[in-house]
C-alpha cells in the first residue's frame, strides 16, 4: 500500500469537463454542487450552443469563481467533439468527465483523484494507465410518471452493466459508460491527435473510445463509491431515435473491431423474442412495414401511459425499440456494401 507521503508526492491535478447543450438549471445546479467542494480543482464547462440563457448564467457564476472556466463554442459540435475542446482547454492532470445530467454527490472528484493517485504511486512506468469509472445510478421517478418508460429501461440497462463490469473488469474498457469517468489528459489527447480515434457519427462514442484507450494500454476500475445520479428524461421521439443510432452504431463498431462486437445483431435483438415478436421484428425489414409497425406501436405507448397502463406501455416500449435496433443495423449493413 501506497503511504501518505507516496500518495502526497503524486497526487495529480484534476479538471471536471462538462458538455452541455440547453439544460441551463441542471448546468447550474451541478456546478454549484462542484464549487461547494473546496479544492477539487478547475471546472470547464462547455457550452455547446446552447440557446436557453445556459451562458449568462453561467457567465453570473463565473464572475464569483476563479475556478469556473466556461468554453463557448461558435458551432454546434455534440458531446464528444465538445467534451474533447474542453479537454484540451483544461490543465489539469487528470480529467474529470460529466454529463450535464449526472448530479455529483460531495467528495467526487477527491475520490477520482485518490484512485489515480494511489496509481500513479505504484506504477511509475506507466502513471497515464488507468480509467477510473464511477456510479452513476439513474433517478426513477415513483410512481412512474407517464411517457417515464425511458427512464425506467434505461435505468434496468444501466444496473446490468454495471453487474457486468464489478463480475468482469475487462469489459469496462469494451463496454464504456461515460457520463462519470476520469484518465489521464495526456492519454485522452493522445488517442485522438494519434489518429486512433475514428469519427463516429451515433451513438457508443463511448464505447469507442474505450477500445481506443485498451489498444493504448489504459485499463479501467470501477468504484461504486464514486457516486452521482443520473437525471434521465427521454421523450418518445428521442427514444426512437436512440435506438436507431444504437443499432447502426453496433454495427459500425463491428466493423472496426469484429473481435469486439461479433457479428450477431440478429442473434442479439431477437434471439430472447417469443416466436411472434421475433416474426414482427423481423418483418419490417421492408421500410413500409417498420413505418407501420413503429406509428402503431407508438400510438399504443402513448394511449396506454394515458391510461395509465404501465406495464403494457413499457412493453410496446420494448417492441418498438427492438424494432429500431433492427432497423439501424441493417440500414449500417446497407451503408457498408453501398
Not at 8 to 30: G, K
Not at 187 to 208: K, N, Q, V
Not at 238 to 255: C, S
Amino acid at each position: 500500500m501506497p503511504t501518505d507521503d507516496d500518495l502526497t508526492a503524486v497526487e495529480p491535478s484534476p479538471s471536471v469537463v462538462i458538455p452541455t447543450h440547453n439544460r441551463r438549471e441542471r448546468i447550474l445546479a451541478l456546478v454549484g454542487r462542484l464549487l461547494a467542494d473546496d479544492g477539487d480543482g478547475e471546472i470547464v464547462v462547455v457550452d455547446d450552443c446552447s440557446r436557453d440563457g445556459t451562458a449568462d448564467a453561467l457567465a453570473a457564476l463565473v464572475a464569483g469563481s476563479p475556478r469556473l472556466h466556461v468554453l463557448a463554442l461558435t458551432e454546434p459540435a455534440g458531446a464528444s467533439r465538445a467534451r474533447l475542446a474542453g479537454a484540451r482547454a483544461a490543465t489539469g492532470d487528470v480529467l474529470v468527465m460529466l454529463d450535464d445530467d449526472v448530479m455529483p454527490a460531495p467528495g467526487l472528484v477527491a475520490k477520482h483523484v485518490a484512485h489515480h493517485a494511489a496509481y500513479r504511486a505504484t506504477s511509475p512506468d506507466d502513471p497515464d494507465g488507468l480509467l477510473v469509472l464511477g456510479y452513476m445510478p439513474t433517478t426513477v421517478p415513483s410512481p412512474l410518471p407517464a411517457g417515464a418508460f425511458a427512464t425506467a429501461l434505461y435505468a434496468q440497462e444501466y444496473e446490468k452493466r454495471c453487474a457486468g463490469y464489478e463480475r468482469d473488469p475487462s469489459t469496462i474498457m469494451t463496454a464504456l459508460w461515460l457520463g462519470n469517468a476520469s484518465l489521464s489528459r495526456a492519454r485522452y489527447l493522445h488517442a485522438f491527435e494519434s489518429g486512433l480515434m475514428p469519427t463516429f457519427p451515433y451513438r457508443h462514442e463511448d464505447r469507442i473510445l474505450g477500445i481506443v484507450l485498451r489498444e493504448l494500454g489504459v485499463h479501467g476500475v470501477f468504484d461504486r463509491a464514486i457516486h452521482a445520479t443520473h437525471e434521465h428524461n427521454r421523450p418518445l421521439p428521442k427514444f426512437l431515435k436512440d435506438a436507431y443510432d444504437n443499432g447502426r452504431g453496433r454495427e459500425e463498431i463491428h466493423r472496426l473491431y469484429p473481435e469486439v462486437v461479433p457479428d450477431d445483431a440478429e442473434q442479439e435483438y431477437l434471439s430472447d423474442l417469443p416466436a411472434p415478436l421475433r416474426a414482427l421484428v423481423s418483418s419490417t425489414s421492408r421500410e413500409p412495414v417498420r413505418r407501420a409497425v413503429v406509428g402503431t406501436l407508438s400510438t399504443g405507448i402513448r394511449a396506454t401511459g394515458r391510461l395509465g397502463a404501465r406495464g403494457p406501455e413499457t412493453t410496446l416500449a420494448k417492441i418498438a425499440r427492438r424494432v429500431e435496433l433492427m432497423h439501424g443495423a441493417r440500414a449500417a449493413r446497407g451503408a457498408q456494401r453501398g
